[in-house]
């Protein structure tokens, strides 16, 4: 006769098994995923304490928050994932305000039927990217929703900071005269996510950039403490956080295509697929404006740190009334650079 | 990148324009056509106007697939999309075409169609393989440069014994779209659309040769002048256009030899030519009905013909009262004398498909030109750039 | 109209298929509608076909024409 183990609960199949309706519905099937995936993966006292908040003390300074949602796709890519993606992400738009980035908080909806070996590898690349930032998730929060509802998964990350007191970076900051530095290459994460669409690939892979920034932005702030604006070029590319810049400071800009550090794999992909490097997204960089006599200093920091090391000056703030962002084109014309109109897909024609 | 970079270089870019200023002669109008729609973006994109003296003008041509695509096609093209089961593969080019009732390929997406992007068409033979209880439709556009692969991908299925496989064809000739323009009223008997000569495309060309534009050139006592694609190929094309209209001449001239012969590749044609045959009359979105001037699939393999076996009608539908893509295709009118260009009609929300292709003249202007309405603010930075490094 | 580029035959990994190589980016594309081409040759590509062979004198010879342009007659002569 076999005899049941007392107390014995069968762990979670994360080899075979895959989501269903019950790991969303509040009961004990919810709590034994909790428990075996997100607690086990982000292991801190917070979440040790199994509440369904989490609290902190606030050093002095202005409290910083940002949130962002991620529904990429693929979720697996060259360099990355959605999980390390919704980690760096939300850290980096807390760090543009000079914030340090404190704690994180992961709202998952999980598809019925996604299975969860899949969910043990995003849910531990996260957990990964949050120890390298040292930025724990301190709380979160799980549903599930029927098959062909959701894309597999959508996580959404809240970020919490301070910023420490004199520092005053945002978007209306830039005044003419500013130098616009860009951190490193451009086009990588779009080109590596497009090119991994069926029917799109290439032999050669080409990798995501993402990457947490926040460690660069401190170095950035010890150099040239009076940034006057950071943001990072996300969907819509360079081109368009340049006009967003632009638009919020109410000034032009003139960049030089000359200058603008690119990957020579990513600018062939960019050939191939009929798409415009400076529209196409990237999850590891940044841009930053600062004063003329800042700019040297800055540039410095920026090449001595590992993710700026491709850093560059390239271009400057003026006066023009109608926030254009122009740039000298290689070719030796002068264009407008316009904000991203529609997705931009590859073409044959 | 080799064979890119070097055609792209902005030193000899001001040589050849200081050339075209010293020769175009003054008091003298230049009213040239760039046929090809990547023609139409290179100049925008490389801002090759600024280059050119006031009295060269260049008109842009039909010369895009997509945007000569009539609505009713793209509604062909949804309605085979919702078949149940059905995978329609396609270029990504068409997805955001507006269709009727405004629709789109990419909405159909989002309703739940499915619909492929493809980079080639043998991507789309290998989505049959791939799946051989469900009916693959290629949706096939271009013109005789994206032929030949659609030739391909049909002889394959026959050899492959791809029942599931079809074609719905949607193939275009490039003369007969450059006949129909200079056999249009305004050019021909009104003149109120100067046209003095052509840009001939530079990858169709790689396919049907420079021969077939000796016809035009004669008959119609116009140059053509073949061009590649990079901005120099344009720039120079356009210099060789102004010597032949000052000598009086009216040639074919090659300058994009490097890809371009006389008679083209003699393989690809050979294989059009046993897979495909001419339609007697065709819509183009704009141009109405061109006699001879697309194509359909023979006879031969009707099996993997959309059209046949799906008894695909054809049902035209008329563009937007307000659209003037149609005068604008032509040349006649430009993307600023439209009523609703970059208002109703943007590339976010396009009306017409001028604007839905990133090298439709409305797209390429709304994109790239229309800042040159406005006086733009010429700073000089360059000298503090070179500052640093 | 009809995106094509110049991309070099770095393999030949089957009949009728070709590796080639634009600025370190490397696509499989079909030789279906060309003849005879080896390694080393550039070809232009549209849509993963073969077009034709690109002719590297035609090419050089091309870019010397545009040097030309640019120089004045006196300095030609």
Redesign the interface.
Known sequence: MSEVRKGYIRPVDFKHGHVDMTHGGGGRAMAQLIDELFMKAFDNTWLRQANDQAAFDVGAGRMVMATDSHVVSPLFFPGGDIGCLSVHGTINDVAMSGAVPLYLAAGFILEEGFPLADLKRVVESMAAAARDANVPVVTGDTKVVEKGKGDGVFITTTGVGVVPAGIDISGDRARPGD?ILVSGTIGDHGVAIMSL????T???T?RSDTAALHGLVAAMIAAAPRIHCLRDPTRGGLATTLNELASQSGY?M?I?EK?IPMN??V???C????L?PLYVANEGKLIAICA?ED??AL?AAMRAHPLGRDAA?I??V?????H?V?M?????????V?WL??EQ????? | MKYIDEFRDGDLARGIASAIAREARPGRSYNLMEFCGGHTHAISRYGLKDLLPANVHMIHGPGCPVCVLPIGRIDNAIALAARPQLILCTYADTMRVPASKGTSLLKAKAQGADIRMVYSSADAIRIAQENPTREVVFFAIGFETTTPPTAVAIVQALELGLPNFSVFCNHVLTPSAISNILESKEVRELGTVPLDGFIGPAHVSTVIGSQPYEYFAEEYQRPVVIAGFEPLDVMQAILMLVRQLNDGRAEVENEFTRAVTRDGNAKAKALVAEVFELRRSFEWRGLGEVPYSALKIKQKYAAFDAEARYGITYVSVPDNKACECGAILRGIKKPTDCKVFGTVCTPENPIGSCMVSSEGACAAHYTYGRFKDVALVTAAPDQVLEVVR | MCLAIPARVVDLPEPGVALVDVGGVQKRISLALVEDVACGDYVIVHVGYALTRLDPEEAQRTLDIFAQAGLTDQEAA
């Not at chain 1, 669409?197 to 799109?200: F, Y």
């Not at chain 1, 050939?271 to 009929?274: I, N, R």
């Not at chain 1, 897909?345 to 024609?349: D, E, Q």
């Open positions: 130098r669409r069926e029917n799109l290439f032999e050669t080409i032009g003139v030089a200058r020579g794999q600018e062939a992909a050939e191939f697929l009929g415009d003329a700019a040297d540039l000056i271009g400057e003026i006066d023009d009334p109608h254009f122009q000298d084109t290689s070719f030796g014309g002068r264009r407008v316009d109109t529609g897909l590859p073409r044959i024609c």
